[in-house]
């Protein structure tokens, strides 16, 4: 079966939108996919699923969420084969865990159309570099990501896309756990 990695965008922050992930746990497993585990505390989900629409697998999870917690959370679901692809072409790979704090993966949902990417390629911001692919935006972030301008938001709105953000820390331990 297929190894997926869902992002839930959003969830435990500040409050808002409370999910513990005991129950978000059981709420997958309700609508059919297996294996599904939990990492930290913020909607990142190892799944697999006989499924291989990953849009579909997406709107039900999406669906089952605002069934049982009343709320509309945005899911991005990537196969693991993917999130590996992402972290071996990752333009700002760097020896040292210092450096590797710095470097932040925003997960797209949709590929950008040409004249957006290209709009969004020719920007420059400060203590910040940036490669845009068309699934992954990789942000290295001089001064880290809470002092970034160069952020989640900005990105959906430069590329016209939705998209999720997570450390290279995180990413790597989601690809491990779904090994």
Do not use: W
Not at 2 to 29: H, S, T
Not at 73 to 96: D, H, Q, S, T, Y
């Amino acid at each position: 079966m297929p190894k997926y990695i869902a992002f839930l965008r959003g969830i435990n922050i500040g409050g808002r939108k409370k999910m513990p992930m005991a129950d978000l746990r059981e709420v997958l497993r309700n609508i059919g996919l297996a294996h599904v585990h939990t990492y930290i505390q913020s909607g990142n989900v190892v799944f697999t699923s006989r499924a291989t629409d990953k849009t579909g697998l997406e709107k039900r999870m999406e669906t089952a969420i605002f069934e049982v917690f009343g709320f509309e959370v945005p899911v991005l679901v990537k196969l693991r084969e993917e999130l590996i692809a992402i972290l071996e072409n990752n333009p700002f790979a760097m020896e040292g865990e210092g450096a590797r704090g710095q470097v932040y993966f925003v997960l797209l949902k949709d590929r950008p159309d040409t004249e957006s990417r290209k709009a969004f390629d020719s920007e420059t911001y400060d203590n910040e570099a940036f490669y845009c692919t068309p699934n992954c935006v990789y942000l290295n972030c001089g001064r880290g990501y809470g002092k970034a301008r160069l952020n989640n938001n900005l990105v959906e709105r430069k590329l016209k896309v939705g998209a999720t953000t997570r450390n290279y820390k995180t990413l790597s331990r989601l690809v491990e756990m779904s090994g």
